[in-house]
């Protein structure tokens, strides 16, 4: 089978080197020639550079998912009648049978909006407290290629259960996943620009439920609620008190009475063991906690895993304390529903807020925060959009502007980091003791940054010179 693999990053080298050791004939295209196209050259592989159409003989084509739909080559595939497909999908075709030819480790997947990398490593914490062998991968960790075909020392699959994070760019490319769990955390407005309208990013993530064995989602999200109400075996998590078939909160624990022993359900941690913050937190582990359940991990392993688990980089983690004000890094809060959540978790804040809105509609948000807010810190391309927003739902509320320099590609990342010292000082001006600045910027960053990681960073940077 020839098969042409479109785009480079990460997943695309990962596929073309399974594909390249399978056998197939591998044809490899990008915009640009990245440094990993000798190494598939020397395997086998031929690089045909920038590509308007797949060539004739191609049989299959493996997208990256940051190409669009609308790509002139993917349209030209379409045309054709060729299949396009994702790295994802192309590792649910290649998974190894287990011993004896057992059906291969099974997937318990997480899509959403915000909160699938955090939920994604929790449920491998609790499936390895399980006693399975579990590896986080897809839209986190390794590419899911790498893993459904990694083999132990005696030739056996490599694991018993697999973590799979997916995006909705992924999901736009995948039709026969079947996972034993699936979930959708939530649904809000983001990524429009990808998929052309809210509708068509919704129903990306609803194509994850399609073949699983069961639905998890939060009941707080009416959308994801009602993608999970129409799947044949649901399962919601809420914040109150949980009802049958749901996992939720009873008098500071969590409880499950969707696969409890009993019906009053069993109690899996307190949430005061649970060592990251906010609502939104107790909502992911409680979603972890299902899928896990899925999976047959008893209830004190899963208060285990949810216990041990430490949270990841840029995801609600105080930096530093200076002079009785609390930092709190959540840059990964790159649109207003992740940001809102954040905010969810503090009393009063001083919010260094903006960058990329991607379309996004703020208003929502920043009326829903306004009591929350003692400040707030304003900073890239769509700041003004923000600006107009305060101006409108908390026009009390003290707020600066930091010229961002974003007027183009970043070109200098030290450029990055002086505007957030800038910010830093900005929101220093404005916080009193007992306050939170929290960099939850309801934003993309790569007007100002690299990447939302360096935005993080640059914020504990300035944060630590502050001594």
Not at 118 to 140: D, H, I, K, W, Y
């Amino acid at each position: 089978m020839t098969v042409l693999v479109a785009g480079l990053g990460v997943s695309g080298a990962a596929a073309a080197r399974v594909l390249l050791a399978r056998g197939d004939d591998v044809v490899l295209t990008d915009a640009a020639e990245p440094a990993v196209v000798a190494e598939l050259v020397a395997a086998g592989a031929r690089w045909l550079g920038p590509l308007g159409a797949p060539p004739e003989d191609v049989d299959l084509v493996v997208t990256s998912p940051g190409w669009r739909p609308d790509h002139p080559l993917l349209r030209a595939a379409a045309d054709r009648g060729l299949e396009v497909i994702g790295e994802p999908e192309l590792a649910w075709r290649l998974r190894i049978p287990g011993p004896d030819g057992a059906e291969p480790a099974p997937w318990y997947a997480v899509t959403g909006t915000n909160g699938k990398t955090t939920t994604v490593t929790m449920l491998e914490s609790v499936l390895q407290a399980g006693g399975l062998r579990a590896v986080a991968a897809g839209n986190v960790g390794r590419p899911l290629v790498e893993v459904v075909t990694a083999r132990d020392a005696d030739g056996r699959p490599a694991y018993d259960a697999i973590a799979v994070e997916l995006s909705s760019f992924q999901l736009h490319w995948s039709s026969s996943i079947a996972p034993a769990g699936a979930c959708v955390l939530n649904v809000a407005d983001d990524h429009v620009d990808w998929h052309g309208s809210f509708d068509a990013y919704r129903d990306a993530k609803a194509q994850l439920l399609r073949l699983a064995g069961v639905a998890v989602a939060d009941a707080g999200n009416p959308v994801a609620a009602s993608l999970v109400a129409r799947h044949r075996h649901p399962v919601t998590v809420t914040l109150g008190e949980p009802e049958p078939g749901q996992l939720g909160v009873r008098a500071g624990a969590l409880v499950d009475r969707a696969f409890g022993a009993t019906p009053a359900g069993e109690v899996l941690v307190e949430t005061d063991a649970l060592q990251v913050r906010g609502p939104h937190n107790i909502v992911n582990a409680l979603a972890a906690a299902a899928l896990a359940r899925v999976a047959g991990v008893d209830a004190a392993a899963v208060g285990r895993g949810l216990a041990r688990f430490r949270g990841g980089a840029h995801r609600n983690v105080l930096v530093g304390s200076v002079n009785g004000v609390d930092f709190v890094d959540d840059s990964k809060a790159t649109n207003p529903h992740a940001a809102g959540a954040s905010l969810a978790a503090y009393p009063r804040v001083v919010w260094i807020a903006g960058g990329l809105l991607k379309g996004a509609d703020v208003d929502p948000l920043v009326a829903a925060v306004a009591p929350r807010l003692a400040g707030v810190v304003l900073l890239g391309r769509d700041r003004e959009q923000l600006a107009r927003s305060l101006a409108r739902h908390a026009p009390s509320v003290p707020r600066t502007v930091v010229p961002s320099g974003d007027d183009g590609d970043v070109t200098d990342v030290t450029d990055g980091d002086r505007v957030m010292r800038e910010v830093v000082a900005a929101a220093v001006r404005l916080a009193r003791p007992g306050d939170t600045v929290l960099l939850a910027p309801a934003a993309a960053s790569m007007d100002v940054f690299t990447d939302y990681a360096h935005r993080g960073r640059a914020f504990a940077d300035a944060v630590r010179a502050l001594g």
